[in-house]
């Protein structure tokens, strides 16, 4: 314990320390509790229009295809896409992820080129502390480097988790894909080029609540049928 000139005690430098930074964190005014990332409450109206945006599904333009063993074509959503989607449903700031676990689980030699596996365990993380983790595998093949091996691998493993935990959110993000009655009609709308969604506008009003003015969407319905939509009501 320390006295200032005037005689009175003192707070140590370490707790005037500890208060100084609790009033500057998230500029916080001194005196207010400050929400830690995860801790963040959506209000009724933004936990509505995040459902509801959840629950489209995804139109032709999101959707692409690759060849699969014993000539099947397999449908998935490419990394970058789905990135751009989460960002549209929860804000560039209202969603994180973690790679709680990676495994590398085979480096093979033969013939002078490297064939790699790697799991990874990847969790999101939305700011109201609500998250889904899974799991993701990627692969390397006939590579001459190691080093280049494990990176291709890794990266791969990664990307297929973060594409895999999102999807547990809802249509909006992949889910759809899992259903073949969707696929199915899905296949049979023409492909329209994609919107662009780099040029949304973001308004904030005095309660901090969010609104996006996108361009709109070729999107399916619950009951199959293709729709125009657009994400102007989702709030973020």
């Not at 990332?37 to 209000?43: C, E, I, K, P, V």
């Not at 990135?83 to 030699?109: P, R």
């Not at 494990?150 to 809802?170: M, S």
């Amino acid at each position: 314990m320390t006295y200032n000139s005037a005689g009175r005690v003192r707070n140590s430098s370490l707790e005037e320390e500890k208060m100084t930074s609790e009033c500057k964190v998230g500029g916080a005014p001194s005196g207010q509790a400050v929400l830690n990332y995860g801790q963040y409450q959506y209000s009724a109206e933004e936990y509505q229009a995040i459902q509801k945006a959840l629950r489209q599904k995804l139109g032709p333009g999101y959707i692409s295809t690759r060849q699969a063993g014993g000539g099947q074509k397999v449908c998935y959503i490419e990394g970058h896409r789905v990135i751009n989607l989460a960002n549209e449903m929860f804000g560039y700031n209202g969603w994180s992820h973690s790679v709680t676990q990676q495994n590398v689980d085979f480096v093979d030699l033969l013939n002078g080129k490297f064939f790699v596996g790697v799991s990874a365990f990847v969790k999101i993380l939305l700011k109201d502390g609500c998250y889904h983790e899974d799991v993701g595998y990627g692969v390397s093949e006939g590579l001459k480097s190691k080093a280049l091996s494990l990176e291709k691998a890794r990266k791969e493993a990664v990307t297929d988790g973060l594409k895999r935990a999102l999807k547990c959110f809802g249509n909006a993000l992949g889910n759809c894909i899992m259903d073949k009655e969707y696929l199915k009609a899905v296949n049979k709308l023409p492909r329209q080029k994609r919107p662009c969604r780099g040029h949304s506008r973001v308004r904030r009003n005095s309660s901090e609540e969010a609104s996006t003015e996108t361009t709109s969407a070729r999107v399916l319905g619950e009951d199959g049928k293709a729709t125009a939509a657009t994400s102007n009501s989702l709030i973020i």
